[in-house]
């Protein structure tokens, strides 16, 4: 499609050593491709993993990208900080805007600033329910992130506007307090409205309350690039190149300003208080989300049911596109059995372990009576975890023949 200068690509989907051959056509190009991470976790208790970063460091090298991005959000929780069983959230999840949040904010994105071989934009995410008993706007959280680290922001204005529907934030306020000077890039998607909560999907046309959004910031700060965020459901070429003009003559038609950068202040270390509040806090969250145990005090309990539910059928899709064969082999009874399965089996160890165990738990499960659908599960099983693969018995029994064979000799 002519006219793109530039994409992005999430970070954990690709191999540095074998990157697809769509990316090195367009590195030949000269098209820049930016690693956007959803793993890290920097709002999270823990310290960022150094595997992580080390893996998200290699993959901005193999594409010679100018900056790498991630989220301000937490997706794990559990371990050893709060002596409770490691949990994963398969999902970006909000931080709350505290002091103790924020210290363990900075200390985790400086973390990662000496860790990456460039510069660090994070973004702002969007979110179906609030903390209870934040301390700051989203604007003042953001602002205060960048004079104590110098990070760049990615500013999501999709976002604002998720944020906006759900949490009844303006999206004026958030740009009014933003150190515009320190935003790399913009995010534009589309979504849906279902039951009074707006559901970020990157799978629909961009609606005009977030071009309205985009008008806002680029009549504030020219920004220095602007990316349409779109993961599925791809409309035709034509469709979606009207759509890229759109988002042009929307900052065309906007005038800029630019802002000077704030002084940074000397950062202190973050409190190892801090951090066990914080983790003790999002442990409780996400157990209460993927877990079934009670709703923390002071939320929104109709919203962290809606975004438990979000989570579940977040795990089914990536499931079903992982493992193709499991919706094959259970046909409509894929999705229930999954929803049923991951509501007593939290995800703690990615995808791919899930589907694993789904398949294992969906073969064993009395509620599914076919027994040659439990036959294909187990088989499916054994063909990817079995001590020995079935489809490997007979070269093995090949090798034991001629293993006798040499020894007879």
């Not at 505290?98 to 400086?110: E, H, I, K, Y």
């Not at 998720?162 to 534009?188: D, I, Q």
């Not at 630019?258 to 202190?268: D, K």
């Not at 975890?385 to 000799?409: D, E, I, K, N, Q």
Request: aromatic share 4%; with cysteine; net charge neutral.
């Amino acid at each position: 499609m002519p006219g793109v200068d530039w994409v992005e690509v999430v970070a954990e989907n690709i191999c540095p050593g074998h990157l697809p051959e769509s990316l090195r056509r367009l590195r030949a190009r000269g098209v820049t491709v930016v690693p956007h991470g959803v793993g890290l976790g920097l709002g999270g208790a823990e310290p960022p993993d150094p595997a992580r970063l080390e893996a998200l460091a290699a993959r901005a090298e193999a594409l010679g990208s100018p900056l790498v991005t991630e989220h301000i959000a937490f997706v794990r929780a559990g371990g050893p900080l709060t002596a409770s069983p490691a949990l994963e959230a398969g999902h970006l999840l909000p931080v709350p805007r505290t002091r103790d949040a924020l210290d363990v904010l900075c200390a985790n994105v400086r973390a990662a600033q000496r860790a990456l071989p460039v510069p660090l934009a994070v973004e702002n995410i969007a979110a179906l329910f609030a903390w209870p008993g934040e301390e700051m706007t989203e604007g003042e959280f953001l602002y205060d992130l960048v004079d104590r680290t110098g990070v760049r922001l990615l500013i999501d204005v999709a976002n604002l506007h998720t944020n906006h529907v759900n949490r009844g934030e303006a999206p004026s306020l958030a740009l009014a307090e933003l150190p515009l000077e320190a935003v790399a890039y913009v995010h534009v998607a589309g979504g849906y409205e279902r039951d009074g909560v707006w559901h970020d999907s990157h799978a629909h046309p961009v609606p005009p309350p977030v071009l309205g959004i985009l008008a806002d910031l680029a009549a504030r700060t020219t920004p220095p690039g602007v990316l349409l965020e779109r993961d599925e459901n791809f409309p035709e070429p034509a469709e979606l190149a009207a759509e890229l003009d759109t988002i042009r003559a929307t900052i065309r038609t906007a005038a800029a300003a630019h802002p000077g950068a704030p002084a940074r202040p000397v950062e202190p270390e973050v409190p190892a208080e801090a951090r066990t509040r914080l983790a003790v806090a999002q442990t409780a969250l996400l157990s209460a989300l993927v877990a079934g145990t009670p709703a923390p005090e002071g939320f929104d309990r109709t919203r962290l049911a809606e975004q438990s539910r979000a989570l579940a059928r977040k795990r089914a899709d990536v499931v079903a596109r992982l493992a193709p064969e499991l919706p094959e082999i259970l046909g409509p009874f894929f999705r229930p059995a999954f929803l049923g399965y991951a509501g007593k089996h939290p995800l703690t160890s990615g995808y791919r372990r899930d589907a694993l165990d789904f398949a294992r738990y969906a073969a064993r499960s009395p509620a599914i009576r076919n027994r040659a659908v439990r036959r294909r599960l187990a088989h499916w099983w054994l063909e990817r975890s079995g001590p020995v693969p079935p489809a490997t018995h007979g070269a093995a029994r090949l090798a034991r023949t001629a293993r006798a064979a040499l020894h007879l000799v």
